[in-house]
Every structure is written in structure tokens, then in C-alpha cells.
């Protein structure tokens, strides 16, 4: 770790210049680095106030035991004492109001604040003073957090774990730590939901993932049992085999607001770092190197958790073994319907009951597969099954052709909206049926689609690919813009990306529909391919590197 130290302090001075720039000169002011937007509030303060205190702290650190820093940390407590609400509750201004969770969340890093004052606070009653600011905030937010409520599944463990330090922190005030424990219990009682994969309910492999595993870490920091490190550490496997090929973390199963966000692992680098030191095969430790390295020597602005870092001796010490993420991964993740593979030449995934349902990546070169089928208000295939192999898998959905029939029985009104539709019998005259087999090839994919039953459906293939790339053959040459497409009737197209080429064909264009009714997914950032028959149809369609 003694090479990374540096770089990891480095990005806490950057942040905590950041903190001293924002601070309104106006004591009184509500803007000590604490706006999200054009809303002031008190999280953002309070995360920036660790921070700084760890490299107040830290003996080479350019801010080490600078008094302009420590009154500026003080004058912020101030802030945030002031946004606290007579409840002990804080706002996430933007929508949560008197949140337990945010105040949780909060919480996270005070005590983190409160702990680097006590492990290295020898400036007198300065330190003791700020200790005795910290203390008072923590116990009313603490109050908040017991009483209060919760929205996601991830709240519930930010609340734990918030109640359980603070059990422990306040535990000779007996009455309230009893009571802090209890509600903890409660929450605990639910169970954690995370199946035997190491999946979390809300599949956010780009934040939510992370704000557990740090909940787990803390619950198993405070009662000693074993078993919450082991939710933490199982996750953290399964997030070895959500890593693409540009060392990207793949989110487009995620249910939260992380959904196709492309992000580096940064975030669990201290998570992978904390496992790496309870103990562990060389994975973790592995993959928390590659983290940080790749971070430093991208240029990026390293992870901010100095201050965690700070706290724990062990991490401080650490000295990597090893360093790189899962060569190759097969794994079929039966309960979120999820197939994660990764080759030599590429990675895919496939997503059962997503309309966006195959993705293929080589390199940072993303594409990904749908099908238009406009029946009804049907506007695309969605798997509702998938059969997984030792060489991909088999997709396939039927779906009925419909018309409501008239009601047999008067209704009581003639206003539309008021009658039960329900209760109308339907006529069902065709059933379409799609299957499509995807296949490995050793360059890439191999799609066979078959669709029938339902005569003269204007059916889709649709290969959506980044906006910028070029597109070509022998006959043309061009730009792929957002928002643009085209039909490829005949033969391959050569897609590159930099110095990536892909390789994609052969095409089919019998009509000319590309959708045009109300609900239609339109792909605005990227380009689409589209080849298009009517059924029955059956064709083979291949996604290679080159």
C-alpha cells in the first residue's frame, strides 16, 4: 500500500480543497461545500469533513495540523448542526425529508470523523472540543434513525448499522443503547436479501452493492459475527464476474438509478482492500490492487476513502501480493435471470424478461441486441425464458394476437374508463412465437432466430452500436450518428471503434418498418442496424471480433 498512500492522500487534499473553496467566507452562510445543486444541505458537508480531517491528520500531508483547516472543519460542524432538524433528522433535500436512511447515511461518516479525532486528536481541547460537537450530532441523528422509516432495501442496512455503532458508541448511556439495539434487531429479524449468488435485491452493481457492503462490514465491525463479513465477501465475488473487458462494471440489470452507467470499480477498491486483510485466497487482494493501480495510472482522482483507510492500521499496511480481475467467468445467475460470460476475445450477457436482452462488449466497444415485434400493445420480443448450455443459451417467448369482444352483460355506464375491462372475453386469433439461440464462436456470437405462428409480422432485429464509430463494406462508407440507423438488406458490416473492429452480418431487409407507435423504445444515444423480415422467418445472424 506504501505507493498508493500518497495517491489515496493526494485525492483527499483535492477534496478537501474543494471544501475550503466552497466555504462562504459569512459564517452564518449555509454553503460550507454543502450544496447538491442548488440545495443546500448537510450530507455533503459532513462527507467532505472527514476528509479533511484525515489529512489534518496525516503527517505528510500538506494540511497537516493547519489551523485554517481545523477552523474551517470547525465553523462546518456548526453548518451541520444547523440543518439538523429538531428531530435529529437531515434532509436529502432533493426528495427525503426527515430520512432516517440519509440520516444513516450521514451518520457513516461521523462516527468516521469522530474516529480519526479520537485515534489521532492530541491538540487539546481543541480535538476535545470538536469530539464533544460530533457527539452531540451523532446521538440526536441517532434518535432520527431509531424512529424513522426507510424507502429501498439498502436503507434498511445503512439504518442497522448506523444503530449498532451507535449502541456501542453511546453504551454507557444504557436506556438508549438498549433501544438503539432493539430496533436494530428488528431490522436484522427481516433477514439479509441476498441469495446464495451474493446478488442483493436491488442488483446495483454500480452503487447500491457497495452502500451494503459497507452496511455488512459495519454490522460485522459491531457485534463480531462472522456472517455479516461473509455477505459482504460474497458479493464482492459475484462483482468479480459483473467486470467487462475495459475493466467497466456492467450495470444494465441494475433496478436503480445506476442502469447502463459505465463506472470503474473504484468505489469497492477499500471494500476489496478491508476483505484482502480479514483474510482470503489472493482474490480480493488481487482485485483491490488492480483498483487502485489502474486508478493512479489512468490519472483519475483516487477513491475517497482516506479516511477509512485511516482508521484501520491493518489497511494502512497492507502490501499487495497480487494484482488483475477474473480472466474468463461463465456464470448463469439463476434468480435475476442474468448469464455473465467472459472470453478471451469479448464478454456477454444475456438478460432474461429485458427487452434489451443480449449484450456483447470487446474492448470498451459496447452493443447490444433487441427485436422489434409491434403486435398489439406489444412493441418488443422480451425472453420469459431462457435455457442456458455449455455454449450460450436459448431464448424464447409466444405471445397471442388479440381483440377485446363485446360485453355479453350490461355494464352501468357508458364512459370507457369507468367499465371493467377485465371482465371482457378476448378473441385470440394467432399466437407469434420467437426463439432465438445465442452460440459461442471463439471471434464471437452466433444468433439463430426463428419467429412463426403469427403470419406477416414486420419483425426486427435491431443491433444497436455506439454513436461515432464508422460503419461500412464494400459498397459504402460512414459515420454512425445518435439517434440515426439503417437497414442492412445484404451481407456483412465492418463496425470500428478506434482501433477495434467488429464484424456483423449477414443482413436482411424485406420492409422497411423501423416502429413508430406510442411507447416504442427509441435508441437516441447510439446507432441501430436494423435487418428486417416479415414471419415466418428464420435466419442466422453473427456479432464477431475481427
Same mark, same amino acid.
Given at each position: 500500500?506504501?505507493?498508493?498512500?500518497?495517491?489515496?492522500?493526494?485525492?483527499?487534499?483535492?477534496?478537501?480543497?474543494?471544501?475550503?473553496?466552497?466555504?462562504?467566507?459569512?459564517?452564518?452562510?449555509?454553503?460550507?461545500?454543502?450544496?447538491?445543486?442548488?440545495?443546500?444541505?448537510?450530507?455533503?458537508? *459532513?462527507?467532505?469533513?472527514?476528509?479533511?480531517?484525515?489529512?489534518?491528520?496525516?503527517?505528510?500531508?500538506?494540511?497537516?495540523?493547519?489551523?485554517?483547516?481545523?477552523?474551517?472543519?470547525?465553523? =462546518?460542524?456548526?453548518? &451541520?448542526?444547523?440543518?439538523?432538524?429538531?428531530?435529529?433528522?437531515?434532509?436529502?433535500?432533493?426528495?427525503?425529508?426527515?430520512?432516517?436512511?440519509?440520516?444513516?447515511?450521514?451518520?457513516?461518516?461521523?462516527?468516521?470523523?469522530?474516529?480519526?479525532?479520537?485515534?489521532?486528536?492530541?491538540?487539546?481541547?481543541?480535538?476535545? &472540543?470538536?469530539? /464533544?460537537?460530533?457527539?452531540?450530532?451523532?446521538?440526536?441523528?441517532?434518535?432520527?434513525?431509531?424512529?424513522?422509516?426507510?424507502?429501498?432495501?439498502?436503507? /434498511?442496512?445503512?439504518?442497522?448499522? =448506523?444503530?449498532?455503532?451507535?449502541?456501542?458508541?453511546?453504551?454507557?448511556?444504557?436506556?438508549?443503547?438498549?433501544?438503539?439495539?432493539?430496533?436494530?434487531?428488528?431490522?436484522?429479524?427481516?433477514? &439479509?436479501?441476498?441469495?446464495?449468488?451474493?446478488?442483493?435485491?436491488?442488483?446495483?452493481?454500480?452503487?447500491?452493492?457497495?452502500?451494503?457492503?459497507?452496511?455488512?462490514?459495519?454490522?460485522?465491525?459491531?457485534?463480531?459475527?462472522?456472517?455479516?463479513?461473509?455477505?459482504? /465477501?460474497?458479493?464482492?465475488?459475484?462483482?468479480?464476474?459483473?467486470?467487462?473487458?475495459?475493466?467497466?462494471?456492467?450495470?444494465?440489470?441494475?433496478?436503480?438509478?445506476?442502469?447502463?452507467?459505465?463506472?470503474?470499480?473504484?468505489?469497492?477498491?477499500?471494500?476489496?482492500?478491508?476483505?484482502?486483510?480479514?483474510?482470503?485466497?489472493?482474490?480480493?487482494?488481487?482485485?483491490?490492487?488492480?483498483?487502485?493501480?489502474?486508478?493512479?495510472?489512468?490519472?483519475?482522482?483516487?477513491?475517497?476513502?482516506?479516511?477509512?483507510?485511516?482508521?484501520?492500521?491493518?489497511?494502512?499496511?497492507?502490501?499487495?501480493?497480487?494484482?488483475?480481475?477474473?480472466?474468463?467467468?461463465?456464470?448463469?445467475?439463476?434468480?435475476?435471470?442474468?448469464?455473465?460470460?467472459?472470453?478471451?476475445?469479448?464478454?456477454?450477457?444475456?438478460?432474461?424478461?429485458?427487452?434489451?436482452?443480449?449484450?456483447?462488449?470487446?474492448?470498451?466497444?459496447? &452493443?447490444?441486441?433487441?427485436?422489434?415485434?409491434?403486435?398489439?400493445?406489444?412493441?418488443?420480443?422480451?425472453?420469459?425464458?431462457?435455457?442456458?448450455?455449455?455454449?450460450?443459451?436459448?431464448?424464447?417467448?409466444?405471445?397471442?394476437?388479440?381483440?377485446?369482444?363485446?360485453?355479453?352483460?350490461?355494464?352501468?355506464?357508458?364512459?370507457?374508463?369507468?367499465?371493467?375491462?377485465?371482465?371482457?372475453?378476448?378473441?385470440?386469433?394467432?399466437?407469434?412465437?420467437?426463439?432465438?439461440?445465442?452460440?459461442?464462436?471463439?471471434?464471437?456470437?452466433?444468433?439463430?432466430?426463428? =419467429?412463426?405462428?403469427?403470419?406477416?409480422?414486420?419483425?426486427?432485429?435491431?443491433?444497436? *452500436?455506439?454513436?461515432?464509430?464508422?460503419?461500412?463494406?464494400?459498397?459504402?462508407?460512414?459515420?454512425?450518428?445518435?439517434?440515426?440507423?439503417?437497414?442492412?438488406?445484404?451481407?456483412?458490416?465492418?463496425?470500428?471503434?478506434?482501433?477495434?473492429?467488429?464484424?456483423?452480418?449477414?443482413?436482411?431487409?424485406?420492409?422497411?418498418?423501423?416502429?413508430?407507435?406510442?411507447?416504442?423504445?427509441?435508441?437516441?444515444?447510439?446507432?441501430?442496424?436494423?435487418?428486417?423480415?416479415?414471419?415466418?422467418?428464420?435466419?442466422?445472424?453473427?456479432?464477431?471480433?475481427?
Amino acid at each position: 500500500m506504501k505507493r498508493y498512500i500518497k495517491h489515496l492522500m493526494k485525492g483527499a487534499e483535492i477534496r478537501t480543497d474543494h471544501f475550503l473553496r466552497s466555504q462562504d467566507k459569512n459564517p452564518e452562510s449555509l454553503q460550507y461545500g454543502g450544496m447538491h445543486g442548488d440545495v443546500a444541505e448537510a450530507k455533503t458537508t *459532513i462527507y467532505h469533513m472527514a476528509t479533511a480531517l484525515s489529512v489534518y491528520f496525516k503527517e505528510d500531508s500538506r494540511f497537516y495540523r493547519n489551523e485554517a483547516l481545523f477552523d474551517a472543519i470547525n465553523l =462546518a460542524c456548526g453548518f &451541520v448542526r444547523r440543518m439538523q432538524r429538531e428531530n435529529g433528522s437531515f434532509d436529502y433535500p432533493t426528495c427525503n425529508f426527515q430520512s432516517a436512511a440519509d440520516t444513516s447515511f450521514c451518520f457513516k461518516r461521523l462516527i468516521l470523523g469522530y474516529r480519526l479525532l479520537e485515534k489521532y486528536g492530541t491538540d487539546g481541547d481543541r480535538t476535545e &472540543v470538536l469530539k /464533544r460537537k460530533y457527539l452531540v450530532i451523532m446521538h440526536d441523528a441517532l434518535k432520527a434513525i431509531r424512529d424513522g422509516g426507510f424507502h429501498t432495501p439498502n436503507h /434498511r442496512w445503512g439504518i442497522t448499522a =448506523a444503530l449498532m455503532q451507535g449502541a456501542n458508541l453511546f453504551a454507557e448511556d444504557e436506556a438508549f443503547a438498549d433501544s438503539l439495539k432493539k430496533r436494530a434487531a428488528q431490522y436484522l429479524a427481516e433477514g &439479509v436479501d441476498e441469495d446464495e449468488d451474493g446478488e442483493y435485491a436491488e442488483r446495483s452493481t454500480g452503487n447500491y452493492n457497495a452502500v451494503v457492503n459497507n452496511a455488512m462490514f459495519a454490522i460485522g465491525q459491531e457485534t463480531g459475527e462472522e456472517l455479516y463479513y461473509d455477505y459482504a /465477501r460474497k458479493n464482492l465475488n459475484m462483482m468479480l464476474l459483473y467486470i467487462d473487458p475495459d475493466d467497466t462494471i456492467f450495470t444494465q440489470n441494475s433496478s436503480r438509478q445506476d442502469k447502463g452507467r459505465a463506472e470503474y470499480a473504484d468505489k469497492y477498491f477499500y471494500q476489496y482492500l478491508y476483505a484482502a486483510c480479514l483474510g482470503d485466497d489472493g482474490v480480493f487482494d488481487s482485485a483491490a490492487h488492480k483498483i487502485v493501480k489502474d486508478n493512479m495510472e489512468r490519472g483519475d482522482i483516487a477513491p475517497d476513502c482516506f479516511p477509512v483507510i485511516m482508521t484501520h492500521d491493518e489497511m494502512m499496511k497492507h502490501e499487495f501480493t497480487g494484482y488483475g480481475f477474473a480472466e474468463s467467468y461463465r456464470k448463469y445467475f439463476r434468480h435475476s435471470g442474468v448469464l455473465r460470460v467472459k472470453k478471451e476475445e469479448y464478454t456477454y450477457t444475456v438478460l432474461n424478461g429485458k427487452s434489451s436482452f443480449l449484450f456483447f462488449k470487446t474492448g470498451s466497444t459496447a &452493443v447490444c441486441v433487441k427485436i422489434g415485434e409491434s403486435c398489439c400493445e406489444k412493441r418488443n420480443f422480451v425472453p420469459k425464458t431462457m435455457e442456458v448450455n455449455e455454449q450460450g443459451c436459448v431464448l424464447s417467448e409466444a405471445f397471442d394476437s388479440w381483440y377485446y369482444l363485446h360485453f355479453n352483460e350490461p355494464q352501468n355506464t357508458s364512459d370507457w374508463w369507468e367499465m371493467d375491462q377485465t371482465k371482457r372475453k378476448k378473441l385470440l386469433p394467432e399466437r407469434l412465437n420467437t426463439r432465438l439461440e445465442i452460440r459461442e464462436l471463439p471471434e464471437g456470437l452466433e444468433l439463430h432466430l426463428k =419467429a412463426d405462428g403469427l403470419k406477416g409480422l414486420p419483425l426486427r432485429l435491431e443491433i444497436c *452500436i455506439p454513436a461515432g464509430t464508422t460503419v461500412e463494406n464494400e459498397h459504402f462508407y460512414m459515420k454512425a450518428e445518435a439517434g440515426s440507423g439503417m437497414i442492412l438488406r445484404d451481407g456483412c458490416l465492418q463496425v470500428k471503434d478506434g482501433d477495434r473492429e467488429l464484424v456483423m452480418g449477414p443482413g436482411f431487409g424485406s420492409h422497411e418498418f423501423k416502429g413508430h407507435y406510442s411507447g416504442e423504445e427509441v435508441n437516441d444515444s447510439g446507432f441501430t442496424v436494423y435487418c428486417n423480415e416479415y414471419t415466418p422467418l428464420e435466419k442466422v445472424f453473427k456479432i464477431c471480433v475481427k
